[in-house]
């Protein structure tokens, strides 16, 4: 391994944070000054020592900067909580997007990925993908689940009673980019009946969201069988 400027290190520990970012917005969560080129090459140092792994996003044709184990321990974490799976990391890469434009609306006051929602919230009966706390003339917490894929109508039914039933959550955000799986999660909800609250729930759909380019404020959210945005529910139209 090449020696490592201390200084290099101090450009990762977004990832501490964020999981998994793309580079520019690495650079601008580190707080790095210099030039996109002089940054690139300094990720691309760490990447060849191991410290760091990456891929690109077809869509966006973004690069997507993760920790490896020796990076990992490097910032003197727990690899059980930063670790990626390389196979979820397209998933993991869309979340963190999402978390961090959730972190920049009026009414937010803190963001938590999966790992971090498990150290705040122990009593949460399922750990979603981010989960958001805010006060909108009163205080709220908000689960999040990014859906590329569409889970069995058996899987969601449970997951959904789950939510429903949780004394932590106040709302959760379903966010997808694929109709049909907007269609069928409504209707697995409609199916439940009485069993759950269904104004807990909200649907949003984009189209663009593996793209890098959703509008998460003004795409349509399915809320109480009319059709609203997270712009008006969060009183910024």
């Known amino acids: 391994m090449e020696k490592i400027k201390p200084s290099y290190f101090d450009l990762l520990y977004p990832l501490r944070k964020w999981k998994i970012l793309n580079v520019r917005a690495l650079k601008e969560e580190a707080e790095y000054h210099g030039s996109f080129s002089g940054f690139y090459k300094i990720i691309s140092k760490l990447e060849k020592n191991l410290l760091v792994d990456s891929f690109i996003n077809s869509w966006s044709n973004e690069k997507f900067i993760y920790l490896l184990p020796d990076g990992i321990k490097a910032l003197g974490e727990n690899e059980l909580s930063l670790n990626i799976n390389r196979e979820l990391r397209f998933h993991d890469s869309i979340v963190s997007k999402v978390a961090r434009d959730f972190k920049s609306y009026p009414h937010i006051e803190e963001v938590y990925l999966d790992f971090q929602t498990r150290q705040e919230f122990p009593l949460l009966e399922r750990v979603p993908d981010c989960l958001v706390t805010g006060n909108l003339r009163n205080p709220f917490s908000m689960a999040i689940e990014v859906e590329l894929t569409q ?21 959760v955000l379903y966010i997808t980019d694929k109709k049909t799986i907007l269609e069928a999660y409504k209707k697995y909800l409609f199916e439940l009946g009485s069993v759950v609250l269904k104004e807990k729930f909200l649907f949003l759909y984009t189209k663009d969201l593996a793209k890098g380019k959703a509008d998460l404020l003004n795409s349509p959210v399915h809320f109480k069988n009319h059709v609203t945005s997270l712009s008006e529910l969060f009183k910024m139209t």
């Open 151 to 171: 889970k069995s109508q058996d899987r969601v039914k449970k997951i959904l009673k789950t939510y429903s039933d949780s004394k932590v959550v106040n709302q």
